[in-house]
């Protein structure tokens, strides 16, 4: 193998996508709490850092999920399923990473961010990945606690203190965790069977998850509002929230009239990943933050 195609094998392990995604949660949880007055180098460091660690979970991921990993189409090409790299030399390579990521987070941040790191990393990695994945059709709901971790490290990164707002972004994500991932559940559905994998789709059937997701939806629309309301985002923020949780509601509703379960769950993942990018980049971007007022008590 080229030099060229380990690197790529390596950058692989660490899941580029996944880190992307979490970054830019982190980055709205870090200017919400920020408002206006950001420090770069505390930025930088909690980014970098986090991303070391989520991309360390990932690693260590790819070698707990080997066996079912070449069990599944989607996931049978990577590396350590064909073989390009070993398991030893991937651990190596996670515990690096991990080392790597939370000495820069201790480095540059406070006690709090590093605890909530390793709190993520610990339920990604120790709970779901080694057992709730595979003997719970809860695992979705314990790993969406890990998922939900960056917007509050970035957060409590500037605040230094899990207080109210730290809470609300927590249960926003978890929340979003929730539909996202069955409606991914479902479109896979032939995949997560031949691993024997139980997420609700498998277990009590597609109707029944059609109702969960609906729930979790109107759930997270509350809980994202609730943000505004309180006075840690600002008007902008509000409207986008609302307008983007309406549409959500109505994907979800239309599942009761989908005639194609796959397509329609597709739908409502594609419109999860753009839903949590914008509130996500609103939280960041909203010129109101800073003077941003409990809008239940403007009414």
């Known amino acids: 193998m080229t030099r060229h195609g380990r690197l790529k094998d390596l950058l692989t392990l660490t899941k580029p996508g996944i880190i992307g ?42 070698v707990i999920d080997r066996d079912i990993d070449a069990l599944m189409w989607r996931t049978r090409n990577r590396p350590l399923v064909q073989g390009r790299i070993t398991p030893v030399k991937t651990l190596w390579f996670a515990m690096l990473l991990g080392v790597a990521g939370f ?54 990164a500037v605040t230094g203190q899990f207080d109210t707002g730290a809470l609300t972004l927590l249960v926003i994500f978890c929340l979003w965790q929730m539909p996202h991932s069955y409606a991914i559940a479902i479109f896979r559905l032939k995949d997560y069977r031949a691993a024997s994998i139980p997420v609700l789709p498998v277990v009590r059937g597609i109707e029944t998850a059609k109702h969960y997701i609906l729930g979790y939806i109107l759930a997270f629309v509350v809980a994202t509002l609730t943000l505004s309301l309180a006075g840690y985002a600002g008007t902008g923020y509000f409207i986008v929230a609302l307008a983007m949780g309406v549409y959500w509601l109505y994907l979800g509703l239309e599942g009761y009239r989908a005639r194609d379960d796959e397509k329609w769950a597709r739908q409502v993942f594609g419109f999860s990943i753009l839903t949590i990018t914008a509130l996500s980049l609103m939280m960041s971007l909203d010129a109101s933050l800073a003077q941003a007022p409990a809008l239940w008590t403007s009414l």
């Open 21 to 62: 995604g979490n970054v830019i949660s982190l980055m709205g949880g870090f200017f919400l709490a920020a408002r206006g007055e950001v420090d770069p180098w505390l930025f930088c460091l909690t980014l970098i850092g986090l991303a070391l660690v989520i991309a360390s979970g990932c690693a260590f991921n790819n």
């Open 103 to 156: 000495t820069t987070l201790a480095l540059g941040t406070n006690l709090l961010t590093v605890g909530l790191a390793a709190f993520g990393f610990v339920i990604y990695v120790g709970v779901y990945s080694l057992y709730m994945k595979r003997h719970s059709e809860y695992g979705t709901l314990v790993g969406s606690l890990s998922g939900a971790v960056p917007p509050v490290v970035g957060y409590c």
